[in-house]
């Protein structure tokens, strides 16, 4: 196959999905993943797609997006922002409280930098679940059903357990952040979990890079001026007439 068509094909798969694996590609171009990498560096040296770790997004991002990426493909996009928002939000746990962190990659990256012995965690992310527990932290993980594509616990059986609990603080991701839609996500069952957990915390902080801004999926799961926003620099000053936003750019 031509390097134009594979290309062509490439794009043809990104319009439709909004993202595209390295794996698949390789399958459904019966290439090399060397082939599948390359051309994916060209068409995003071209300005035709954004390259991620494991694939690639879409420059285009619809009004409404329903689909979640993969776990491995989040965790490569905006990495230097998500390590600067993760740093300042474990830095706003106190030896006493009692925190929920969602499931989600900046809320992952925020458990390297806690230093709150004391404090007891509350999550429903399997990978949060270990990196807290291997660092000797007082952790209890949700019961219900695991989601494989974010690694969450969701469902109506993560709700029941979160009922027993009330949050001094908890952490949040998002897919989107939209004044008039608030923040949503692209899953029913996860952000029922997210709505409930956002409840049950007396404060609750959405951790998020500047691509989630005026993105909107299809499940809202709260309104802006119910949480705090911490992001590295944002420029749109509609935001902060709504809701309290902290700046983490240096």
Do not use: C
Request: charged share 30%; aromatic share 8%; proline share 0%.
């Amino acid at each position: 196959m031509l390097t134009q068509e594979r290309h062509a094909l490439i794009l043809d798969k990104l319009e439709r999905e909004s993202v595209v694996y390295v794996n698949d590609l390789v399958k459904v171009l019966e290439t090399s993943e060397f082939t599948i990498r390359r051309d994916l560096n060209q068409l995003d040296k071209a300005g035709l797609l954004k390259k991620v770790h494991g694939g690639a997004t879409s420059l285009n991002s619809s009004l409404i997006n329903t689909k979640d990426f993969e776990f491995e493909v989040r965790q490569g996009i905006n990495k230097e922002e998500k390590l600067r928002i993760a740093k300042y939000a474990a830095s706003l746990i106190g030896h006493d409280d009692f925190v929920y962190i969602d499931s989600g990659t900046t809320t992952e990256l925020m458990i390297d930098y806690i230093e709150a012995k004391g404090a007891t965690f509350v999550t429903n992310g399997v990978s949060h679940a270990k990196k807290l527990i291997h660092k000797n932290l007082t952790t209890y993980i949700l019961g219900g059903e695991l989601k494989l594509k974010t690694e969450a616990i969701v469902g109506v059986e993560a709700i029941n357990s979160l009922q027993k609990y009330n949050f001094t603080k908890g952490f949040f991701g998002t897919n989107g952040i939209d004044v008039e839609r608030g923040f949503t996500t692209p899953d029913l069952r996860e952000g029922m979990v997210k709505e409930e957990a956002l409840r049950r915390s007396k404060t609750s902080y959405i951790l998020a890079d500047m691509s989630k801004f005026g993105e909107v999926s299809s499940i809202n799961f709260g309104k802006l001026e119910k949480s705090k926003i911490i992001t590295t620099k944002i420029e749109n000053n509609k935001y902060r007439k709504v809701t309290e936003i902290v700046e983490v750019d240096k």
